[in-house]
């Protein structure tokens, strides 16, 4: 570790300022929900990498989940989190309760694009962008920080905030990180430890399924925008849904976006990726792989 001063826990605005009031310059913010695996522990070793001080904040954002979601059970590992931050060198915790980052009922939210927000995650959680958003926005505000660090795991997550940023004209910079996977391909995420044995086994298979629609969608993006790729992509996708579903899966989406906007392919050349997510048992994954 290097030889900085220890982590700062603030758990209020108040803390959070005079532990910001140490450094000179604006920080990196690092966005989580806490439970801490490797992929999270790759977006703050990102933020390290600017030189800036290295804000992690850890809130488990009740906007961002559907009634019948798993917001009681989300894992909570303050304990574990904090031991992982300190080895990584992060900064600052900022870990407010809910009573301190919404200390009257939120009904003033941000609504983000519905043509960015709608779709795909949008589409089977309605709102959850707007909860996304909203939390983000009361991050960059009590913080200003230079810049914020997202992984591309949560690609359309990833998307819609820059998009928020742009349009707002904030002066922070999104930053972004590779998907952090296992050995057998299965994307790091806080709901894989929702999987039983037999489905752990099997959770690799939504990565495998985007992998190989990939590889047959790279020639459809040469005649992207023609009638015969038109027809091509659904099927496609299609195919992939159905290999999934005998496998055991519930597949919500499996599908190509342009990267950019997550619209359909348009044009030959564009720069595409595929986006997936399925139910395994009771667990939800969500992955992507570009094209």
């Known amino acids: 570790m290097r030889g900085s001063p220890p982590m700062h826990i603030a758990t209020s ?47 488990v954002n009740r906007l961002q989940f559907l009634p019948h979601e798993d917001f009681d059970r989300y894992p909570r590992t303050f304990e574990a989190d904090c031991a992982a931050l300190r080895e990584a060198d992060c900064d600052i915790l900022f870990a407010p309760d809910e009573a301190e980052l919404y200390p009257e009922p939120q009904t003033f939210r941000v609504q983000p694009d519905p043509a960015l927000a709608d779709i795909l ?69 806080s709901r894989n430890a929702y999987l039983g ?12 399924a985007l992998t190989a629609m990939a590889a047959r969608a790279r020639p459809l993006a040469a005649v992207a925008g023609t009638p015969m790729a038109s027809d091509a992509w659904a099927a496609l996708e299609a195919e992939a849904c159905e290999r999934l579903q005998a496998r055991g899966w519930q597949p919500d989406y499996l599908t190509v976006r342009r990267r950019t906007d ?19 048992g009771g667990t939800r994954l969500i992955d992507n792989v570009e094209v």
Not at 24 to 30: F, G, I, N, R
Not at 133 to 142: E, G, P
Not at 165 to 175: C, D, K, N, T
Not at 197 to 208: D, F, K
């Open 13 to 59: 605005f108040s803390e959070l300022q005079l532990a910001l009031g140490r450094f000179s310059a604006a920080p990196v913010l690092v966005p989580t929900m806490g439970n801490l695996h490797a992929g999270h522990l790759a977006l703050v070793a990102r933020a390290r990498r600017s030189g800036a001080p290295v804000v992690t904040s850890l809130f």
């Open 121 to 189: 995650e949008g589409e089977f959680r309605p709102g959850f962008f707007t909860g996304v958003c909203t939390v983000v926005l009361k991050l960059f505000a009590c913080m200003q920080p230079r810049a914020a660090v997202f992984g591309r795991k949560d690609w359309q997550q990833l998307t819609v905030v820059r998009h928020m940023v742009r349009q707002f004209g904030w002066p922070i910079e999104i930053l972004e990180h590779d998907t952090v996977r296992e050995a057998d391909g299965l994307a790091l995420s």
């Open 197 to 208: 044995t037999a489905e752990r086994h099997e959770a690799p298979q939504l990565h495998a």
């Open 262 to 280: 997550l619209q359909p392919p348009r044009r030959a050349g564009e720069a595409l990726v595929v986006l997936g997510a399925a139910r395994l």
